[in-house]
């Protein structure tokens, strides 16, 4: 089982990056799908989930409006588009699938700094 992310780096505020997952090894389609975050010093937060179809999608309060979760399961991945991109939202993004197992990928660094 594999989830490799990619797409994080370093961005000015008000910028934007797409982040993305590609997932091995179990049946995508059959996972719902999650990005959590994490920054120095302060808790995992969830920030978007995706139900295995696609059709339900929740945000956290923070990013509502400015993030966008989307997936593919053609191409077994899952997508975070982040717009207007704040200093707070600079963590480690790691993307999650959950049914009854969960696994998880290692991870990308987004930096949010001018």
């Known amino acids: 089982v594999q989830l490799v992310e990619s797409g994080g780096g370093l961005v000015q505020p008000g910028g934007s990056l797409k982040l993305s997952c590609v997932a091995s090894?179990?049946?995508?389609?059959?996972?719902?799908m999650n990005w959590y975050r994490q920054a120095p010093g302060k808790e995992r937060e969830l920030v978007a989930h995706?139900?295995?179809?696609?059709?339900?999608?929740n945000y956290a309060d923070s990013v509502k409006g400015r993030f966008t979760i989307s997936r593919d399961n053609a191409k077994n991945t899952v997508y975070l588009q982040m717009n207007s991109l704040r200093p707070e939202d600079s963590a480690v993004y790691r993307c999650?699938?959950?049914?009854?197992?969960?696994?998880w990928g290692q991870g990308t660094q987004v930096t949010v700094s001018s």
């Open positions: 995706i139900s295995s179809s696609g059709v339900i999608r």
């Open positions: 090894g179990f049946t995508f389609r059959s996972f719902h």
């Open positions: 999650n699938a959950a049914l009854n197992y969960n696994y």
